[in-house]
Nanobody, 126 residues
Framework: QVQLEESGGGSIQPGGSMKLSCKIS????????LAWFRQAPGKEREVVSI????????NYLDSVMGRFAISHDYASNRMYLQMNHLKPEDTGIYYC???????????????????WGQGTQVTVSS
């Protein structure tokens, strides 16, 4: 059973950068679909980005395209989300997810993923 644990959240001013990490246990030895989601107060959880570890294929939410970068490292068994030029609307709890049902092509929805981390808070405010 895959276990996920996020780290790296915190508070930051607009325009700043932050890198989130997701520890994946046990390690992924073959291609799998991983994702970062976020949930702002009073809003539904939304997918931010997905990655297929077998090919490196990625996809992003339009509002983070060009600012965020998802990556995965087999050696450290971690997935990352590099977030640049952060905006107040990026504030929320960020979750990593795994074990997607179906193909890893479109962004999908929370219901498509079976495993979740506990989340890490990201607050962008001046």
């Amino acid at each position: 059973q895959v276990q996920l644990e996020e780290s790296g959240g915190g508070s930051i001013q607009p325009g700043g950068s932050m890198k989130l990490s997701c520890k994946i246990s046990p390690s992924t030895t073959s291609g799998t679909c991983l994702a970062w989601f976020r949930q702002a107060p009073g809003k539904e959880r939304e997918v931010v980005s997905i990655i297929y570890t077998g090919t490196g294929y990625t996809n992003y939410l339009d509002s983070v395209m060009g600012r965020f970068a998802i990556s995965h490292d087999y050696a450290s068994n971690r997935m990352y989300l590099q977030m640049n030029h952060l905006k107040p609307e990026d504030t929320g709890i960020y979750y990593c997810a795994a074990d997607r049902i179906g193909a890893c092509l479109d962004l999908g929805s929370p219901a498509d993923f079976a495993r979740w981390g506990q989340g890490t808070q990201v607050t962008v405010s001046s």
